[in-house]
């Protein structure tokens, strides 16, 4: 019942065309689709089969639940099996993740919702689970950041689990003959955003990943690799789901309120002082022994082990403790002085502490040199103790400074030709981050032209405006000449929208937008439902998530007949451009 073994290449791919196995797969899943129709009385040739795609916007939990609720519903009224491709953004990329697991999970919706809901009202992921994750990814790559960080100590803190499979892995369980949509996750180059140049839409499907307009694309189980003008050139392992979650879903709120969380979550995760010195006690000098072995680049590290004061693991513990504190409170423009003096004097009591005094005695940790003062104190621990955890620590610390999300390998490096833009060809390494920072939904993963998209239909589960993303599409599609049809919001529909509305243009994708809270399944009590389920807030309790699954199932069984309209409209116009 598995798919056939994909064709996997060790090159980059530059061409304006599907990936070959995704071709097959999208030619078996119409067969389905043409099956679903004729189930809901369409009448259509496999020609005339509409190129439907499903769209989950960020939002966070909202989005994982509401993406749920809504497939769900979908199933009941038979127009799941009409979806070609799933595609998200940041929280809806979760609620995929978790589908995926489960082999053809869509003949099987409700008892794999229900499933997923247990979880979700379940236990956290223990501490003893998570700092042996966060061990594996920092001697498991050659970069590690931010994301890391994050799937740890944020995405199990939400998803409840911490899944080791790999999305190759995950793809090879669905049937060959189509019964699930394509998946497509979404994320975008850090890089491109910031300079606003070259190709900033990234996507990820289970056979590619790559940048969605340009056309360049490597093999998905080599995202991450090292390449050297097209060719790989260092085999890194395949990501695997926990991290793809955090590397989509990081854009939960504004750089300072995640520092602030950031710094909390650290603070938290390394308040476990009683496992982390077990920890210490348990790890033996030949490393090498060890079943996770580092890459080259930090064996040097890890061999030079240096006799050390007894007493330094502690005091080292506890300058990070009440550095994590005083960025704490600089976030809150509160008096970090207290922190200052206990990280000095500590110091300061250390073997070689004159040394530290001196070089940090002219830095004062305000909001101008905080970042600089902390680099500075984790430098003067770096030789003081060996072991994994504070490393790793350090280097979280270092991360934030410099605000580095998603690093890998760039498999565009030295490239050449026209085809790529060239500051996509210029830097070793890229950063990647949550879409949503740029555009809360994936509407340019499905308007590649070889997509052939007939039908969009964006479940929208953003915060603020629920028409955000829809208008940022349009406008940025005319900036680009890519057809997408003109967005009219009638006045006063942003406050109190409705559940239903279709855009149409000549030659271009019909779009259907469907806010998550309506005047129709909200009544007038939309703000309380906004306010109950903010994006940056603590996981949901198990009625939480129950009552969201509900009232997001209804703007689908609400809308049936609507969408049997504009299906069969879709079948109509690809027939008589025929």
Known sequence: MSASKPQKSGKVRIEPSLNKNEAEFVAGRKKSVLESLKKLQIQCSQNEVPNIALLGSGGGQRAMVGLLGSLVQLQKIGLLDSILYLSGVSGSTWCMASLYQEPDWSTKLETVK?????????????????????????????????????????????????????????????????????????????????????????????????????????????????????????????????????????????E????????????????????????????????????????????????????????????????????????????????????????????????????????????????????????????????????????????????????????????????????????????????????????????????RKERNIDLIISLDFSEGDPFMTVKEAAKTCKKLNIPFPEVNIPSGHSEKPKDFYVFKGKNTPT???????NMVNCGDKIEDWRKNYKTFQGPYSAKMITDLVEVAGKNITNNRGKLLEQIRAAVGQKGSRR
Not at 132 to 141: P, T
Not at 353 to 376: F, M
Not at 511 to 517: E, N, R, S
């Open 511 to 517: 779009v259907i937008h469907i806010p998550l809270f």
């Open 256 to 447: 300072v309120e995640i520092k602030k969380l950031l710094w909390q979550k650290i603070k938290d995760f390394f308040q476990q002082k009683e496992t982390i010195f077990q920890e210490m006690r348990k790890e033996q000098p030949e490393r090498s022994k060890e079943a996770i072995k580092p890459p080259e680049a930090r064996l040097d590290r890890m061999s030079d082990r240096r006799q050390q004061d007894p007493k330094s693991p502690d005091e080292c513990y506890q300058v990070l403790m009440n550095l994590v504190d005083m960025n704490l409170s600089v976030l809150a423009g509160k008096d970090p002085s207290a922190f200052d003096e206990s990280i000095r004097t500590t110091l300061n009591d250390l073997p070689g502490g004159h040394e530290d005094r001196l070089r940090i005695a002219h830095k004062k940790p305000d909001k101008l040199n905080v970042k600089s003062y902390t680099t500075d104190v984790c430098n003067r621990l770096s030789d003081r103790i060996g072991f994994w955890l504070f490393d790793s620590w350090k280097s979280i610390i270092k991360c934030i400074n410099q605000w580095i999300w998603g690093r890998n390998y760039n498999f565009l490096h030295n490239m050449t030709g026209k085809a790529v833009p060239s500051t996509l060809l210029e830097t070793e390494t890229r950063d990647f981050e949550d879409a949503g920072l740029l555009l809360n939904s994936p509407y340019f993963s499905v308007l």
């Open 114 to 254: 229900d499933k997923i809901i247990k979880r979700l009202s379940g236990p956290e992921v223990s501490w003893k689970e998570a700092f042996a994750k966060l061990k594996k990814y920092y001697y498991g790559k050659d970069f590690f950041s931010l994301t890391d960080v994050w799937a740890v100590m944020f995405i199990t803190s939400y998803v409840k689990e911490i899944d080791e499979h790999t999305l190759t892995e995950q793809w090879s369980q669905q049937s060959k003959d189509g019964k699930v949509p394509f998946p497509i996750y979404t994320v975008i180059d850090k890089n491109c955003k910031q300079l606003d140049n070259g190709d900033p839409w990234f996507e990820i499907t289970p056979h590619e990943a790559g940048y969605s307009l340009t056309g360049a694309f490597v093999d998905a189980s080599n995202f991450g690799s090292q390449f050297h003008q097209g060719s790989k050139k260092n085999q890194q392992y395949e990501f695997d789901m926990l991290y793809l979650q955090a590397l989509c879903g990081s854009a939960l709120a504004d």
